[in-house]
């Protein structure tokens, strides 16, 4: 009698052990939001797989702006499309940094077309960039993962440009869901609401 007592209470806690250990592997195992990739692409720019939302971390070294055009918390009309739906949308500024904003042309890492003239990947994103802003027609190594395939891609810089760039909140005008902390958009690709 005293070994089916026994067997009888430890079944239960095998059980609950062995699901514990399958809920932890499913946890574990799922890709977080913000890098999900993304299905949608701006016929001009190719940007296919660019995750919408973002964690809303920014690299330690990168500075609050000190008198942005656009304040924290306030709205804006994005003129620009960087991605579908973006063009005309409502942003709310969640974010907004003094730096050097490069357009960048690179091959991703994980294979495929190039991406010409991204826009934008900041100073702050570069590898070891020094301290002088890149020109275009530098080199450089990303250290961003807006797109898949480009933390660690090699780029070529198109362009750059000392300016504060912002990240926004925004509900694409094509649907679907809100779309936060995007990273990047610059003063002139918002207008005033």
């Known amino acids: 009698m005293p070994k089916n007592k026994w067997k009888t209470g430890m079944l239960p806690l095998f059980a609950v052990i062995a699901l514990s250990a399958c809920s932890t592997n499913s946890e574990t195992s799922e890709m977080p939001m913000d890098n999900a990739p993304e299905d ?6 190719g940007h296919m797989n660019m995750d919408h939302s973002g964690s809303g971390e920014v690299p330690a070294n990168l500075k609050k702006a000190e008198n942005p055009a656009f304040e924290v918390g306030s709205k804006a009309i994005i003129e620009t499309g960087h991605m579908e739906g973006m063009e ?19 091959t991703p890492e994980t294979g495929g077309e190039p991406v010409k003239n991204h826009k934008w990947v900041i100073h702050e994103e570069l590898e070891q960039p020094g301290d002088e802003p890149l020109q275009a027609g530098d080199e450089a190594t990303l250290a961003a993962d807006h797109m898949e395939g480009m933390n660690g891609a090699a780029a070529t810089i198109d362009s750059a440009e000392e300016t504060t760039v912002y990240m926004i909140n925004f509900t694409p005008t094509t649907g679907g869901d809100p779309v936060t902390n995007h990273k990047w958009v610059v003063k002139n690709e918002l207008s005033p609401k």
Do not use: K, P
Not at 40 to 45: D, L, Q
Not at 88 to 106: C, K, L, M, P
């Open 88 to 106: 005309g949308a409502e942003a709310e500024i969640v974010g907004a940094f003094d730096t050097i904003a490069y357009a960048v042309s690179y």
């Open 40 to 45: 949608h692409m701006n016929e001009e720019s």
